[in-house]
């Protein structure tokens, strides 16, 4: 069969203007959408010969907090919300000198340029010729242009001094660590462990408009068997026992959820939003309870515990709100200098960890009046290299949190937190978006993202590899565990969630403990009669 | 610098050399392990600025930083240095592959005094290390964008200097280095008050 998949393959990429069979796929939609916005830009001969695969990143200007400058007036509709300036990177030309550069480039070639300059005017009419003409001068102008535009602007005048004995270069044998983050092809080394896990999923639901955004918590799974998640600017509830689909509430253009997080036990539903408002729904009767704001930027964090809702905002502060009083806001915890995108109370509720854009974890210990936290944090951990998104409290050690780095790091970190050490750290090499315990195993789940996008399941505490589950063909972004603790839903950038049924309690060893117990009567009974 | 300006939290020139000196060599140390060009285990972590930065404890690597950057300090607090740049090359093919460019501003500070010895910034210091800490967070952050350096890899540092600098011994003057077909990335930047200093990474795309 795969040799006529081929053929049709073939004959897809060979009728190029051909009608496609059904709708176009999501991904195809946006591809085209972004090349239509890219070829506008393209038409220009200079600039098609340089960088124009960033072309459709978006202007620079734009960028909230990017500090460029001759750039002093921002636009009002993009005011800077993260403290202390954005955090994306984006490619500018400020390093090039292209005034400069377009001179030489013209000195330079000299007559040749000036023939093709004819060229290009004459023909300025079709565009389609000069565009060829272009690609036929591409190479040589791409060089020059390159070379040129890098000379300096104060190259007049200044000495370029360097020491004489330089730096050793690395040894033979180095081959780079980050290699591990580039390659595919990553050796996926899982020993069998002692139980079987299934390494596919169960079942694949569609996800459209998932947000490709490492910072939001966008799906969780209620004691009452459902799922709540964002999609776009709508928050579904899907029903995993019947299966139903409900939409809970749309926001309005622009704005969106940012996190989702279900009460321990109930139907309330907290949905933190872009505009830094927390929002508690009921569930069984669709209606939104309250909103309680406090938060200059979005919510990307929520964390329960019982009436006490816990959020970290973009904003680096985190907000304790007691759902319960008129005035909600209990306390203010300014831990933080970056977005909080990882919050979570311990199992035993002692403890909050926040993790953010500032690489570091944070741990609070509960108010001794019982609510909130201490406004100082009780542990600062900053090992980790990256952000850090992934946070687990261990379900039989209560003290033992676990931590995941972004893509800088890629470590799982083990800490305790009655003394404020490091445990343990494992580098999983790729980055950690989630973790999570699992009831009936002494085992744990993390989520990757970039080379496998897989999800790999880790014995704890000897940290020995025991299952890869991939699927997902992009990052997976969020876990969240069913109420038996049997299945784990996963929610990729590929915009699918999927099911798997990796933590099944063995029915093997169900059979085999109660006999143990059926056993041990039974020779109670025995003793008592010798 | 007079009695009463030492009361008060300033910073001279000389002072805002050593910032700068310092946040170099954490920023080099720091670029060496994150882009990987010496082997991980060549390195010691320790705590500066709130964070965890990885030093190199190559003794070779650790005395050229060494000399280099007392030279840049004495230029630096007499206002010679335009641009530092460290220039991470291909061993065997000395290609240039990537260039971290520290661009030098130099700033009126707070009496705006025209002989830049005087001049002073009472710039609180916690702000300033928090401003290196955010670029130095950037730094380590580069790793999820930059080309993978897949070769032995050595790096040097080219200062620019004025044109009057005067070469000091083991010193040599060099050209400008060139990437093909470079990509160019600013983080943000920092200043003392007497000095702004600007990161910007310069990267070969890779095609």
């Not at chain 1, 036990?265 to 830094?276: C, D, K, V």
Request: hydrophobic fraction near 35%.
């Amino acid at each position: 069969m795969s040799q006529f998949n081929f053929v049709s393959d073939l004959q897809n990429a060979l009728i190029m203007d051909g009608e496609t069979r059904g709708p176009a796929p999501r991904w195809k939609k946006k591809l085209e959408a972004s090349l239509n916005g890219s070829v506008n830009t393209t038409r220009s001969v200079l600039s098609v010969s340089y960088n124009t695969s960033f072309s459709g990143v978006q202007a620079p200007t734009k960028t909230p907090g990017k500090s460029s400058e001759g750039k002093t007036k921002k636009p009002n509709t993009t005011p800077t919300k993260t403290p202390g300036g954005g955090d994306r990177f984006i490619p500018n030309r400020a390093a090039t000198n292209f005034e400069l550069a377009h001179f030489l480039v013209n000195k330079d070639s000299g007559d040749k340029s000036d023939e093709e300059n004819d060229k290009a005017t004459t023909s300025n009419s079709n565009s389609n010729e000069s565009n060829v003409q272009a690609s036929a001068h591409k190479g040589e102008r791409q060089k020059l242009i390159s070379e040129v535009a890098q000379v300096p602007g104060d190259s007049h005048g200044g000495r370029i001094l360097c020491y004489q004995n330089k730096a050793p270069a690395a040894p033979e044998s180095h081959t780079n660590p980050l290699k591990v983050v580039y390659s595919i092809k990553t050796p996926i080394s899982t020993k069998s462990g002692s139980r079987y896990i299934p390494t596919t999923s169960e079942r694949i639901l569609d996800a459209p408009d998932f947000i490709n955004d490492y910072y939001l918590n966008l799906m969780d799974w209620s004691g009452d068997n459902i799922v709540a998640v964002a999609l776009g600017s709508c928050v579904y509830l899907w029903n995993a026992a019947s299966g139903n689909i409900e939409q809970l509430t749309e926001f309005e253009e622009g704005d969106y959820a940012g996190s989702l997080s279900w009460i321990q036990e109930g139907q309330i539903l907290a949905i933190g939003n872009s505009t830094g408002a927390v929002e508690l729904w009921d569930c069984s009767k669709v209606k939104r309870l309250r909103v309680m704001d406090g938060h200059s930027a979005r919510v990307g964090s929520l964390a329960w515990n019982s009436f006490l809702v816990s959020s970290g905002s973009r904003d680096g502060t985190i907000i304790h709100h007691d759902v319960r009083s008129r005035e909600h806001k209990i306390s203010s915890l300014a831990g933080h200098t970056q977005e909080v995108c990882g919050l979570k109370w311990s199992t035993d509720f002692k403890y909050l960890a926040s993790g953010g854009n500032d690489n570091l974890v944070n741990v609070w210990s509960l108010a001794s009046s019982g609510v909130g936290t201490a406004s100082e944090a009780l542990h600062k951990f900053n090992e980790h290299q990256a952000a850090v998104r992934a946070l687990a409290w261990c379900p039989w050690q209560p003290s033992t949190l676990a931590s995941g780095g972004g893509t800088a790091d890629r470590c799982i970190k083990f800490w305790n937190v009655n003394n404020g050490s490091l445990i343990k750290s494992v580098d999983s090499k790729s980055q950690v978006c989630s973790l999570l315990f699992s009831r009936h195993y002494k085992e744990l789940i993390s989520a990757h993202g970039f080379a496998n996008n897989q999800l790999t399941i880790w014995k704890y505490p000897t940290m020995v590899k025991q299952a890869d589950l991939t699927g997902h063909t992009s990052r997976v972004l969020q876990m969240a565990m069913s109420p038996d603790g049997s299945t784990v839903i996963s929610a990729g950038a590929d915009e699918t969630l999927r099911l798997w049924n990796c933590f099944a309690p063995d029915p093997l060893a169900a059979k085999k403990s109660a006999s143990v117990n059926s056993k041990a009567k039974q020779s109670v009974f025995r003793q008592s009669i010798r | 610098m007079s009695s009463a300006q030492a009361t008060k939290n300033c910073i001279t020139l000389k002072g805002s050399a050593q910032i700068i000196v310092e946040y170099l060599k954490y920023g080099i140390h720091s670029i060496l392990f994150q882009r990987g060009i010496y082997p991980a285990e060549n390195f010691d972590s320790t705590q500066q600025y709130g964070l965890t930065i990885l030093m190199s404890k190559d003794p070779k690597i650790e005395t050229f930083l060494k000399n280099v950057l007392s030279q840049t300090e004495e230029w630096l607090s007499k206002n010679m240095i335009n641009k530092i740049s460290m220039v991470i090359t291909n061993a065997h093919s000395k290609e240039v592959l990537e260039c971290w460019d520290f661009k030098m501003q130099a700033e009126m500070g707070d009496n705006q005094s025209a002989d830049p010895t005087q001049r002073t910034s009472s710039k609180d210091q916690t702000r300033i290390q928090n401003e290196i800490r955010d670029v130095m967070r950037q730094i380590s952050a580069t790793v999820s964008y930059l080309p993978l350096l897949d070769c032995i890899c050595t790096f040097d540092v080219m200062i620019h200097t004025l044109e009057n600098t005067e070469l000091p011994a083991k010193w040599d003057e060099t050209g400008a280095i060139v990437i093909q077909n470079a990509q160019a990335v600013q983080l943000r930047s920092f200043s003392t008050g007497l000095h702004k200093v600007e990161t910007v990474v310069n990267y070969k795309m890779s095609t």
